[in-house]
């Protein structure tokens, strides 16, 4: 993403700066890829190449003749890899994402992630995450989000992956979306929430959250969640435990003691180190388990 951004003179300049120089120049340069309510970046900011990856920016078309930008990360030279949808938190698909998709590609998958506000609004440009939420979040239909992933699917089946072998993933209020696109979509071969939202206030938009969707959940679902997140009472996580349980799916949550919302998400404050690398580790784990290994 760099070389997007940078010429190659200003490159050369780069290389020859000391380690940390370069680090603190890279992060000031990638900062116009992050949403402007989230700037900003935290120096722990993980920043993924793009070697021996196809990847940038592509364009879904919708079956209401919509064209979704979205970006795409899958290994150079194979358009057959297990497939990925990669849900963002309401910030959209900014570098964290992209990022995202990047370190699922190095691991050998074909890794979407769509803008599913592109009708409501463009997050990028809101400061204040209540701005966010009031202008745009509250604003999308949850029917409008399974269609648009539903469309990312097809399109990935026609060249770039196998939509056959597909998951999906998603942080915060994509976590949510994981869940209940799992109940929406039962061929799925398995799914990964991260901290998602598991109980609230249903209305004609938002009509369903994934505490009501566990007994008929089939895909199984790993849930990763931070114990001090203070936004998501462990109260609510456990009925989910006890719900899934109850049901057909063979899922799993995961607490993590010491994390609180948004552990994964390197570039916030909210980033733990210890529980997003174990996190990360058993998602790919979960991936694998469930039929999804990529092929040498």
């Known amino acids: 993403m760099l070389s997007a951004m940078r010429s190659d003179a200003d490159l050369d300049s780069l290389r020859r700066e000391p380690l940390a120089t370069r680090r603190e120049l890279l992060l000031t340069a990638l900062a116009a890829g992050f949403a402007l309510a989230v700037r900003p970046v935290s120096a722990s900011t993980i920043i993924t190449d793009e070697q021996g990856l196809a990847a940038g920016a592509v364009q879904i078309p919708a079956r209401d003749g919509t064209l979704i930008p979205a970006y ?43 803008e599913l506000f592109l009708r409501q609004g463009d997050v990028s440009t809101l400061a204040e995450v209540a701005e966010i939420l009031a202008k745009v979040i509250s ?47 039962p061929a799925l071969r398995a799914a990964v929430a991260w901290y998602g939202r598991l109980v609230g206030e249903a209305n004609a938009l938002q009509t369903e959250y994934p ?16 114990a001090k997140d203070q936004g998501i009472p462990l109260d609510s996580v456990e009925r989910m435990r006890a719900a899934l349980a109850a049901g057909r799916a063979r899922s799993e949550i995961v607490v993590y003691p010491d994390a609180g919302h948004a552990f994964n998400a390197d570039y916030r404050p909210s980033y733990r180190e210890a529980a997003a690398k174990d996190g990360w580790a058993r998602a790919l784990a979960w991936l694998a388990a469930h039929g999804l290994a990529p092929s040498a």
């Open 139 to 185: 604003k999308v239909p949850d029917t409008q989000v399974f269609s648009d992933l539903d469309d990312t699917l097809a399109w990935i089946g026609a060249g770039e992956g196998d939509a056959q072998r597909a998951a999906i993933t998603g942080f915060c209020w994509g976590g949510r979306i994981t869940w209940l696109y799992a109940a929406h979509r």
């Open 72 to 114: 795409r990360a899958r290994p150079a030279g194979r358009s057959g890899a297990p497939s990925i949808l990669v849900v963002a938190e309401i910030f959209g698909v900014h570098e964290h994402i992209r990022d995202v998709c990047r370190r699922l590609a190095h691991a050998g998958y074909c890794a979407v992630a769509p």
């Open 211 to 226: 505490l009501e969707a566990a007994p008929s959940l089939t895909v199984p679902v790993l849930g990763l969640y931070g």
